[in-house]
């Protein structure tokens, strides 16, 4: 039985990986646009986030209901980046940057760490950069794009802006908020 469990364990260890799915994604990676498997996913595999097509040869980085594909939360919603070498990078300085194909930086999250950082995407569906000591840095639920999630909260510092459309992802024309009184308005 010991040599069932150990032959299983090393072919666990060393056998090729299909895709690229990760959990976490540390501190000198990267996710590529050209390659759909790049993605992080949640541990319960409920979400995942990765480059999202907006359009022909146009991504949005983004995250999404798995088993749906409904968008969550988008970084760069007004500014998609090329299908080719577009990079979501973690750098070494602890700063997670978007690169469109000229090498431009579209989207960071501008955070700055000496010490070991990683990218996780929790099973709330919370994206979140943060150091070994377990401090936050840069997390996604501070900046909601159009949806709220069940743990998700709606602060003074936070909006909604609703999508164009269910096709076109861009900021629309709705967006929900506190106002300075702490009155919950919705304007267009």
């Known amino acids: 039985m010991a040599n069932i469990i150990l032959f299983f364990l090393s072919f666990a260890l060393f056998a090729p990986l299909s895709c690229s799915t990760f959990h976490t994604l540390s501190k000198g990676s990267s996710l590529s646009s050209e390659k759909p498997e790049d993605v992080l996913t949640s541990p319960n595999d409920v979400f995942s986030a990765g480059f999202y097509s907006v359009g022909e040869n146009a991504f949005c980085f983004a995250i999404w209901f798995s088993n749906s594909r409904t968008i969550v939360w988008m970084a760069n919603r007004?500014?998609?980046?090329?299908?080719?070498?577009?990079?979501?990078?973690?750098?070494?300085?602890?700063?997670?940057?978007?690169?469109?194909a000229g090498r431009f930086t579209i989207w960071t999250t501008n955070t700055f760490s000496l010490s070991l950082v990683q990218l996780s995407l929790y099973n709330t569906g919370n994206l979140v950069l943060s150091n070994m000591e377990g401090v936050i840095l840069w997390q996604s639920f501070d900046f909601p794009t159009d949806t709220l999630l069940p743990e998700q909260q709606l602060t003074k510092n936070t909006k909604l802006v609703s999508s164009r459309s269910q096709t076109n992802y861009s900021s629309g024309f709705y967006q929900f908020f506190f106002d300075n009184d702490n009155i919950l308005r919705l304007i267009f």
Do not use: H
Not at 84 to 95: A, E, H, T, V
């Open 78 to 100: 007004d500014q998609p980046v090329n299908g080719k070498r577009s990079k979501l990078s973690l750098l070494k300085n602890g700063n997670l940057i978007l690169t469109d």
